[in-house]
């Protein structure tokens, strides 16, 4: 009887063992699944990112396109880098935008406002410098 009880003591403790064990490896298990798709998540969010400065780039001039990009892109779906891109061009007078577009630093944006008179080019020098230092906004805003 003895011998008995030792032998079901055994497989019990064996029975408890094993389940503790699984129980660890299923939550080894669960952290290596989530370091895995943290990893995937951060990836995929660089490659969207890379895609929103490029189809922001494609429209506007680049170093403009790459700086609203930049801002643009921390959200970013691809929808938002449309938007940022035309935000750039959109009813101002084209040439006008890219002009001013292609360098878009304070100088630039004095230059297109300078150019031309038109209401347009005065509304896209606005737009353009709102990624500009605002000092300059306020001077092409006259």
Avoid: G, Y
């Amino acid at each position: 009887a003895q011998e008995n009880a030792q032998e079901s003591r055994k497989k019990m403790r064996k029975k408890v063992r094993k389940k503790v064990h699984k129980k660890m490896r299923k939550k080894v298990r669960k952290k290596l699944r989530e370091r895995v798709r943290k990893k995937m998540r951060k990836k995929m969010h660089k490659k969207v990112r890379k895609k929103c400065a490029r189809e922001c780039t494609r429209k506007c001039a680049r170093k403009c396109a790459r700086k609203c990009a930049r801002k643009c892109a921390r959200k970013c779906t691809r929808k938002c880098a449309r938007k940022c891109a035309s935000e750039c061009t959109r009813k101002c007078a084209r040439k006008c935008a890219r002009k001013c577009a292609r360098k878009c630093t304070r100088k630039c944006a004095r230059k297109c406002a300078r150019e031309c008179t038109r209401k347009c080019a005065r509304k896209c020098a606005r737009k353009c410098t709102r990624k500009c230092a605002s000092k300059c906004a306020r001077k092409c805003a006259n």
